[in-house]
């Protein structure tokens, strides 16, 4: 009786166990890649005409055997179809945010093996069998759209077949970072190296180039052979060399965000005879902070004018757009303009500054009621406010500080009024005082 019991309740978790694995293989699997593959030579005819892209197809196998009776594609459109063994799954983590199926962009290019420029790499030319150097090198760059997830691999094609396999992919997981001014920044990189390559344990090295406006400098150059920076780290810039050797993690930290740390990062990882780069573009953003002065602004009579300033500060990039906005006592708001710019001022921290000055002429029946005026900046890192009250006597709902100061002008002019009916005119005293009180 127990013993039935016991099989059922397997055989439901094993149907269960089934269908989750099922499930898991269905979404993990990697699916075909469409890519435009480059054809250089047609190119070679002349600087006139543009190399010419052949609509290709890969299909990634990331463990096993190649599936049985896998069919090159239908679509006649597609002039190359490839099978590629990718066992770390790289050419699949364009697929890896939540969400995102759309079809990234692929490029597959004919790659050629070179000596690299790295010291060591080029002493070890003699030992490689040339044979595993003269085969059909290709390159794929794959980028998921919205600055997702990038790939860059290098695949080795066994002779004389469409059958290719991933030697060295360097990937990242964003290829667009944004950061906020003085946050700790991380630039992801990740690369794997085929273990069944020649290639493999012969050494690696990666570099991060930073280039920004047509100048570059190396940030930091690190040779895996030897355990060695070559080129140390700039101040503020650190990688996990442990990492490194343990999981392929290449990622560059940048302590402290700084404005001129904008700008495009290179990721390259070289193994003898090999590169892959991903390109991250960094980009720090930083909003404005807003003061409006004077503030509070002063009490004013009906027809005064009256001048504001908004000072726009501490943000990047320098893109900002400022407007004024009055919203009177009915609640609606009216735009007033961008008033009177200033040019942008460079802080030495590279953010910038902006001035706007705005010119109020109550005498405006629309202004002459008050409210609340708004210095509105409008920047890519958010829209900042700053408000102050816009008084104008008479027309303004009244507030305390108002009343009393009304009922203070109201005293002084009858106490006016009774010196002045006391002094000059002492018989009627009575009688004009009534008369006054009478008019209130
Ligand atoms: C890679 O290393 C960085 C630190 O250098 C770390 O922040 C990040 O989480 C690591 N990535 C992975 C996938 O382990």
Redesign the pocket.
Known sequence: MSGTTVTNIWSICNVFLLSCFVQAFASHACPTLECWYLNEKAAQGGLTTPPSQDKSLLHIRTGGHRAAGLQDSDDPSILRVYHVADPAATLCHWRSRRGSNRKPYCELNRFQPQLSSISWAASLAGQLSPIYLQADWFSAAVQGLDGGPGTSTIMRAHTGTNELDVVLSVSSTTMVVQSRLGEQV?L?C?FWADPASPLHGSGFAVEWRYQSRGSGRVLLAYDGKSDRLVEPPEEGA???FE?LHR?G?A?L?LQEAKVDHSGIYICMVYMPHLLAQVTIQLEITEPPSLSIHPSPLPLTAPGQSLTVHCEASGFAPHSLELSWELKGPDGKSKLLGPGQLTGHRQAGDGTYSQDTRLELDTSDPELGSGGELTCVARHPGGTRRASVALKVIGFSTPSIEDSMAMVGVALVLYGLIKIVSWTILPSDSNEAAESDKKKK
């Open positions: 991380l992801d990740n650190m990688m996990d990492g999981s993690n990622s930290v």
